[in-house]
């Protein structure tokens, strides 16, 4: 059986793409067709199907035939919920890097 911390780290290389947290920031507003994610993604279409299979074969998300177009959607909520976190973390992240910055700037000559 391969242990929870394993399972976790394959599922964040998943996500270790650009070009897939992009689709999943996209996706994070409701169901796009292949050719909406291609407009706003701007990368090949090769490319983008191939990114769309990896999030596809981790379940990350679903694809649906609609007419003559495919349609992706988010497997769940959880996942624009883990989207959102990240923005946070690194919003947070770069205030108190700027806060640090500031701190430093504003010190004396004779301090540094």
Known sequence: MVPLYQRKAE???TLGHP??????????????AVR???????IEPSSLSQQLAVLRRAGIVTSRRDGGSVVYELAGPDVADLMAAARRFLTEM???QSELLEALRDEPAAAR
């Open 11 to 13: 599922f964040f290389r």
């Open 36 to 42: 909406d994610l291609l407009a706003d993604v701007e």
């Open 94 to 96: 770069i205030e108190g």
């Open 19 to 32: 070009v897939r947290i992009r689709v999943l920031e996209l996706l994070g507003d409701g169901p796009l």
